[in-house]
């Protein structure tokens, strides 16, 4: 399925990266570095791209399962997973967002490296750019993840969403309050032409 790859690295992992799947960049490498998970826990990976998160994330937790719209992302990340020697601790599913998962799936921790660059329509119309296209305003998939994150995610739960500046982090956090998450910024990276990378932790309201 994969005629050419790349290869990413952070710490001791080795990523193989297909053509069709986005490589780690500073945004994938800051969430890694940010990526606190608790032993025993259930990881929901949203937009697995080559699998770096929950790669990482299934060394502590319980399971992780991986789902990208991309089936090429899908395919590689399992290749990954081999590779790495957590394949069974993970599961894959291909899907558009939650699509795929059934309404009663929940987990402690929901990660989305989403995409969050303003982008023209034709943009999407190739899997690499579904990656990082998010429509006029950079929002388009964060909104949607925003709005339907919440009933997959356990009372004591937490979703770590990273995007740009670009996209309006203001935006996004009032969007987590209208769904009763508290959310914070905990990493943020500053970028050339007036862009920052922007972790964001958000959770239920008490």
Same mark, same amino acid.
């Given at each position: 399925?994969?005629?050419?790859?790349?290869?990413?690295?952070?710490?001791?992992?080795?990523?193989?990266?297909?053509?069709?799947?986005?490589?780690?960049?500073?945004?994938?490498?800051?969430?890694?570095?940010?990526?606190?998970?608790?032993?025993?826990?259930?990881?929901?990976?949203?937009?697995?791209?080559?699998?770096?998160?929950?790669?990482?994330?299934?060394?502590?937790?319980?399971?992780?399962?991986?789902?990208?719209?991309?089936?090429?992302?899908?395919?590689?990340?399992?290749?990954?997973?081999? #590779? +790495? !020697?957590?394949?069974?601790?993970?599961?894959? $599913?291909?899907?558009?967002?939650?699509?795929? &998962?059934? %309404?009663?799936?929940?987990?402690?921790?929901?990660?989305?490296?989403?995409?969050?660059?303003?982008?023209?329509?034709?943009?999407?119309?190739?899997?690499?750019?579904?990656?990082?296209?998010?429509?006029?305003?950079?929002?388009?998939?964060?909104?949607?993840?925003?709005?339907?994150?919440?009933?997959?995610?356990?009372?004591?739960?937490?979703?770590?969403?990273?995007?740009?500046?670009?996209?309006?982090?203001?935006?996004?956090?009032?969007?987590?309050?209208?769904?009763? #998450? +508290? !959310?914070?910024?905990?990493?943020?990276?500053? $970028?050339?032409?007036?862009?920052?990378?922007? &972790?964001? %932790?958000?959770?239920?309201?008490?």
């Amino acid at each position: 399925m994969c005629s050419s790859t790349k290869k990413a690295f952070f710490a001791d992992y080795v990523f193989k990266v297909c053509e069709n799947v986005y490589e780690p960049a500073e945004d994938s490498f800051l969430f890694a570095e940010n990526l606190k998970i608790g032993e025993g826990e259930h990881v929901l990976d949203m937009g697995t791209g080559c699998g770096i998160l929950g790669l990482l994330a299934a060394k502590k937790a319980s399971n992780v399962l991986a789902v990208d719209v991309n089936p090429y992302a899908v395919w590689c990340a399992k290749q990954n997973a081999q #590779l +790495n !020697s957590v394949r069974g601790k993970m599961g894959f $599913l291909q899907g558009d967002l939650f699509a795929s &998962l059934s %309404e009663e799936a929940k987990f402690d921790v929901i990660l989305f490296n989403a995409p969050y660059l303003p982008s023209e329509a034709g943009e999407v119309d190739f899997w690499l750019g579904r990656a990082w296209a998010g429509g006029a305003t950079g929002r388009q998939v964060i909104d949607r993840f925003i709005s339907q994150a919440p009933r997959h995610l356990k009372r004591a739960g937490r979703i770590l969403l990273m995007q740009s500046t670009l996209a309006n982090v203001e935006k996004t956090q009032r969007n987590f309050a209208e769904n009763h #998450l +508290n !959310s914070q910024v905990v990493a943020e990276l500053a $970028l050339p032409f007036f862009e920052t990378l922007v &972790l964001l %932790e958000a959770n239920f309201s008490v």
